[in-house]
């Protein structure tokens, strides 16, 4: 995927976001870390129980998540164009499109799991 093509937020399908880091062995975590730092903490130990916070596996499947989710919005690209067209353009509000949010499990040991948000 184009690394150089961007989709501003009000066109995009689908968002990618990496809100915390914990430990899968006790109860530290850290809710101020987001994508966009994530990478620092690829195989940084917990400061309670030194457990390894995020795993080369783990982080992997995060960025394939992030390239996977780029997919999405450039295949959505033309109908979120057209929503924004018949809206601003033609003052029609287009039917409502809605994603269903899932947040994904990691744990560093087992497949990550994706559960549905309610
Ligand atoms: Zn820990």
């Known amino acids: 995927m184009c690394r150089h093509f961007i989709i501003p937020d009000s066109l995009r399908a689908t968002k990618n976001t ?3 880091i914990k430990c899968d062995h006790c109860d530290w975590k850290d809710m101020s870390v ?3 730092n994530y990478d ?3 195989n940084r130990a917990c400061e309670q ?3 390894n916070l995020l795993t080369e596996h783990d982080y992997k499947f995060v960025k394939l ?8 919005n450039v295949i959505w690209l033309p109908v979120m ?3 924004s067209f018949t809206k601003l353009v033609l003052g029609v509000s287009a039917p409502k499109v809605t994603f269903n949010e899932y947040e994904v499990k990691m744990d560093g040991v087992s497949q990550p799991k994706m559960v549905l948000k309610k």
């Open 49 to 51: 129980c030194g457990h």
């Open 34 to 36: 987001d994508t966009n």
């Open 65 to 72: 998540l992030e390239k996977l989710s780029g997919v999405i």
């Open 18 to 20: 990496v809100y915390c």
């Open 81 to 83: 164009l057209l929503r």
């Open 40 to 42: 620092q903490w690829l």
